[in-house]
């Protein structure tokens, strides 16, 4: 099912159907309904549909997707992978779900508290956080052969508590962060072709195959909220302050930021920053704005700001996806005007790249498609 809901294109995941607990409501006549009407004998010489109300926009939120999935405790979803040829694969309190164009859902593998899952499919790896264990398999394996899949399972760390995938210095790197009260330790791992006498038959995996070997580790004095691989530093979302480590040289900085007059009853809690072009995008718990490479802000004339405290974000170019407790704000990251806002308490980002997908509060999944078409190109998942 498609609609056209302001800035994005929500899209309802069929592929969760086999656990879906109740069917959508019939509502003829909803906001949403009396639009669809009006549409059928409409006619304009721009050929654009009528703009669609506020009102109506967040209501049809409500009624066109009224489908609950996974909604049972043991099956709730924490995160999702969106693979090429149409996969989809959930991590939900159980374990792991996969399916393909919308297809059945067939069980992968049993795991408890399946938190962040994530893909090399050029390296052909799949990486799944259980818990505080980072597991490592053969992707295609998970696609087509779920049995050897789990044989071929190995693990890459037993206290992670999140991970991110990025490049940097033209490598395909794996950085898993161990956050502690005090301190935090980060290990980057790089993708390479692993070693013609240790391989191993999985099942025809395609050539070259590849492995996860140490690259560079390092320790900041401080706990980490979250990570982001940017093209030559690694960037780490502390809890008072945003660093920058040189992998090569393990030079710590922090990044900039001039001090501004303050928002009087405003209090920041670093969660997120994008690097975009040659400048920070830097997201607090409730505003986000600009630093250029002199550590100038552009609090005081450019801010996003929203009421209530957002843990999750997502960067969608070119706009900024901030999730709170009662909602999800969009903003022009260009212009900084608020583009939409979908109201619903709950609402979790479950994958950002290289298309958002968010669970609403009832546990419908939907994927998020900006109207340009652009794909998200960074993500914070953290809380």
Known sequence: MHNHLGVFQFITHPTLAALRTSKPPTRTNSPAAKYAQALAGWSSPTGQPPALPVEILERIIDFLHADKVLSEECHKVNTAA???????????????????NGGRLAKLLKLPAVSQIDALETQNLLLILSGRRLLVG?????????????????????????????D????????????????????????????????????????????????RSF???????????????IGAVLRTSFQCVDPQSLVTFPVPVAPVQPVPGASKKCR?????????????????????????????????????????FALAAPYLLAFTATGMHVWR??????????????????CAAPRVVVKMGDGRVVSLITRCGEPSIAASVGE
């Not at 693979?83 to 399916?99: A, P, Q, R, V």
């Not at 898993?176 to 980060?186: A, D, E, K, L, N």
């Not at 320790?219 to 530093?233: C, D, G, K």
């Open 82 to 100: 969106t693979l090429t040829k149409d996969f989809m694969i959930y991590g939900t309190d159980s374990g792991i779900y996969l399916s393909r």
């Open 138 to 166: 053969p992707l295609h394996l998970a696609t087509s052969n779920p049995a050897l899949f789990h044989q071929h399972l190995q693990e890459l760390s037993s206290s992670a508590s999140f991970f991110q995938v990025g």
């Open 168 to 215: 940097h210095l033209g490598k395909r790197v794996v950085c898993i962060v161990t956050s502690g009260r005090f301190s935090s330790y980060f290990k980057v791992l790089e993708a390479v072709v692993a070693p013609t006498g240790s391989r191993t038959d999985t099942n025809r995996a395609p050539a070259p195959a590849y492995t996860l070997v140490p690259y």
């Open 219 to 233: 320790y900041l004095p401080e706990h980490a909220r979250s990570v982001h691989i940017l093209n030559r530093t």
């Open 272 to 312: 997120a920053m994008f690097r975009i072009d040659d400048r920070f995008l830097l997201c607090y718990d409730r505003c986000a704005f600009f630093i250029d490479k002199a550590g100038t802000s552009s609090e005081a004339a450019f801010a996003l700001r929203w009421e209530d405290a957002a843990k999750q």
């Open 333 to 350: 990251i260009n212009t900084g005007a608020r583009a939409q806002t979908v109201h619903g308490a709950g609402m979790r980002l479950l």
